[in-house]
């Protein structure tokens, strides 16, 4: 199974950083979110943890660090959440953070809501989060 690793580049700002690795299971997803076509974007993250969770089934380690979402990119990533939480349900084992600028109350409830709703046992790191202008170019 091949890592799924998109940078943030200058045109496509809307679109968060990502990188799945599909040997160690970490998996980051940070920058800020507000694509037109939500549905492409995060289907095709969807598709490969569904694709990690029946082929390789090892422990992810999910990394949050996005620090601004719109609704549309809100509700896929809940569904995201939902997701590890099933796996866990399965037996999978998942850890998952989300790192967020202390100051941004509005985020952490957000954040807070998304844990709630998707019962996920995710721990609020409020130790900083990522912007757009955070350059990414090369996987961790």
């Not at 349900?89 to 967020?100: I, L, R």
Request: some cysteine; glycine content about 6%.
């Amino acid at each position: 199974m091949e890592n799924l690793h998109i940078p943030i580049v200058e045109e496509e700002f809307d679109k968060p950083f990502v990188n799945f690795d599909a040997t160690s299971g970490k998996c980051e997803l940070s920058g800020e979110s507000f694509p037109e076509k939500t549905e492409d974007f995060y289907g095709l993250l969807m598709n490969w943890l569904k694709q990690y969770m029946k082929e390789v089934k090892g422990p992810i380690e999910f990394v949050f660090g996005v620090s601004y979402f719109n609704t549309s990119s809100s509700k896929r990533i809940l569904h995201i959440m939902i997701l590890l939480q099933e796996y866990v349900k399965k037996g999978g084992k998942v850890t998952a953070q989300w790192s967020y600028d202390p100051e941004d109350l509005d985020l952490e409830e957000d954040i807070e809501d998304l844990r709630v709703i998707s019962n996920l046992d995710l721990k609020l790191n409020p130790e900083g989060g990522e912007t757009r202008f955070k350059k990414f170019s090369q996987p961790n």
